[in-house]
């Protein structure tokens, strides 16, 4: 498509950066019905019956007339009980991309590096671009932990890094760095350490204790993946209350509408709820893993809400394009330099039938053209 001179007028006052910059792409959102949607890591289930409720009430009155709470206060309370650390060691956002977009701004300035490992989650980079720093790229080993050159300066610049990002459990792999190997970085490096445990919750350890242990620690938190608040938008980050602080002069002065708020708060207090969830969601996983391998993939051991495979005999695009035809969405994912594979997120157990019952037909057509 021609772009005007009139527009190319306007890209032209766009800061370099941007608009050398393709932007994040989301995962694909279907708005029709008939998907078997197993693409974005969503819970598969309903959220605690207790949020409901409690958006109902945060819409009585004139709540929604006027401004939420900056803090988020109610929030900071319950979830400071349920964690076992203090209101002012937590910090709310709009999601924890939200929250990984303050830390970026607080901590790394313009030609500035930050260091991320590789592959991992996508939107580092993108944070990075908008930032105007470097994204420094740390392949993972084969075994998926990260090398001895992931605490050294930057190779570009010669400068150490401003600051460092790493998603326990990943994403894509949803394998699981141990916490005391992590406090280990955090000592050997110059700059904070990010602990994005987006998926934290159904993994078998997690690092909030370490926060407690060192001020280069800081870990964020997601409500979209285990307490299925996806829509909402709420996450929140971990820290000692002297990294809190600055961390608050950076975000939006109203981060956190009152209806999330609300909801979050109903959500994490409702620990019965989580366990249960968890529980159903690493049945699910195990048994999914277990047939993807009888059908040839290879299938990382997940700490996630999802699995990684591949499979050395078939075209992973050609499996997601597949599927796609099917109305059923999985995530075909290329990371440059390293390869692609598939990521699936665990559904239900019957969305878990529909998928593997695709992938059997898939896979004998194959088998029959050969």
């Known amino acids: ?16 950066e941007i608009a050398a910059i393709a932007g994040y792409i989301p995962g694909e959102q279907p708005q029709d019905a008939g998907w078997t949607k197993l693409n974005t890591n969503e819970n598969p289930y309903s959220p605690s019956g207790n949020v409901s409720k409690a958006i109902a009430v945060a819409c009585e009155g004139r709540t929604l007339a006027k401004y939420p709470d900056p803090f988020a206060n109610q ?30 701004r607080c901590y790394v300035g313009v030609g500035d ?33 990260l090398p001895e050159s992931f605490t050294a300066p930057n190779a570009s610049t ?32 110059p700059c904070p350490l990010v602990v994005d445990e987006a998926y934290g919750d159904f993994s078998e350890s997690n690092c ?40 608050a002069k950076v975000k939006d002065s109203y981060n956190c509408d009152a209806i999330a708020i609300a909801a979050a708060t109903a959500a994490i207090a409702d620990q019965d709820w989580l366990r ?40 992973h695009k050609e499996i997601y394009e597949s599927l796609r035809k099917r109305s059923i969405l999985i995530r075909f994912m290329v990371y440059s330099g390293w ?17 593997l019952g695709a992938i059997e037909s898939i896979m004998q057509e194959k088998t029959s053209k050969e």
Request: proline residues 4%; negative net charge.
């Open 158 to 189: 010669g400068e150490p890094v401003r600051l460092v990002v790493v998603p326990n459990p990943n994403s894509p792999s949803g394998t699981l760095l141990a916490p005391e190997h992590l406090l280990d970085l955090a000592e050997q490096l």
């Open 208 to 247: 909030l204790e370490l926060v407690e242990k060192s001020d280069r620690i800081i870990v964020t938190r997601s409500m979209s993946k285990s307490y299925a608040l996806a829509g909402i938008r709420f996450g929140f980050a971990v820290a000692q209350p002297a990294v809190i602080e600055q961390l």
């Open 113 to 145: 590096a930050m260091r991320v490992p590789t592959p991992s989650y996508i939107l580092y980079q993108t944070l990075a671009d908008i930032q105007g720093v470097l994204c420094d790229k740390v392949a993972f080993t084969d075994e998926w932990l």
């Open 339 to 355: 390869g692609d594979g598939l990521r699936i997120t665990v559904g239900t157990d019957a969305e878990i039938d529909v998928l």
């Open 276 to 315: 249960k969830n968890q529980g159903s969601i690493r049945t699910t996983r195990a048994r999914l893993a277990t047939q993807l391998r009888q059908f040839g993939f290879s299938v990382v051991d997940s700490q996630a809400n999802f699995v990684w495979c591949t499979h050395s005999e078939s075209s």
């Open 75 to 104: 929030f900071r309370k319950q979830a400071a009980d349920v964690l076992g650390v203090r209101p002012d060691m937590i910090l709310c956002g709009n999601g924890s991309d939200d929250l990984l977009t303050i830390l970026v």
């Open 1 to 16: 498509m021609a772009i005007s001179s009139s527009q190319q007028n306007s890209l032209s006052l766009v800061r370099q």
